[in-house]
């Protein structure tokens, strides 16, 4: 469970929205200003501002950049991949300096790194992530081969003596870091946001697949 002092800082620019409760209220494309049917719609990466953007699908297409060369917007993909047989042990997980029990990593386009974020009572936390560490997660996990900058992340657990390894759409972090931050009551965050995050972690284990053509 999240819970305990950390090291760390900042919260990145342009996504506190993502991680700050919200009242109800009429969802609208933040590109046309069409309204946004259901509680399901496409999401973009502003890379340029580091921030989630609502979409309705015809500017989702039509904003989308992804494997296209220069451009602001990058869809947000709705795959979930997982990796039973990866290496993320206590060795990895120190060399993150990560100071809680779970994590998100990613490349940002933006600044031209990896960047660390953990949940905490004020929202994304950002940990320092050199290369050097980076590179240990990597090596640890062969869904770093499939990782898309922006869009996707790395979700690490560590939980009952055993790390959890997922790629996840970058917005999914962001919902956990929202609603953890919306139950957290206390020093260790409570019993509330720790059955909460059990159940997005059900979520992602029911959904996640492991990729094709992977080996252990």
Known sequence: MPGGPGRTTRRPAGLYRFTAPRPPREERCELCGAHLAGES????????????VCACVPCSQLMDHSGTGPGRFRTVPARYL????????D???????????????????????????YPSPAGATESELDEESWRTVLDATRLAAHLEPDVEALLLRRHGGHTECFLV???????????????????????EARADLDSVFARVRDTAREPRGSRP
């Not at 719609?41 to 989630?52: F, I, K, N, S």
């Not at 997982?82 to 042990?89: F, L």
């Not at 990895?92 to 779970?102: C, G, N």
């Open 91 to 117: 060795r990895v997980w120190e060399a993150l300096r990560i100071p809680v029990s779970v994590a998100f990593l990613f490349h940002n386009s933006a600044l031209d790194r990896p960047v660390a974020l």
């Open 41 to 52: 719609h496409p999401h973009l990466a502003d890379t340029g501002r580091r921030a989630l």
């Open 169 to 191: 759409p970058i917005d999914l972090c962001y919902e956990l870091v929202g609603r953890m931050r919306l139950h957290w009551q206390g020093f260790d965050g409570g019993a």
């Open 82 to 89: 997982s990796d039973p047989h990866h290496h993320v042990d």
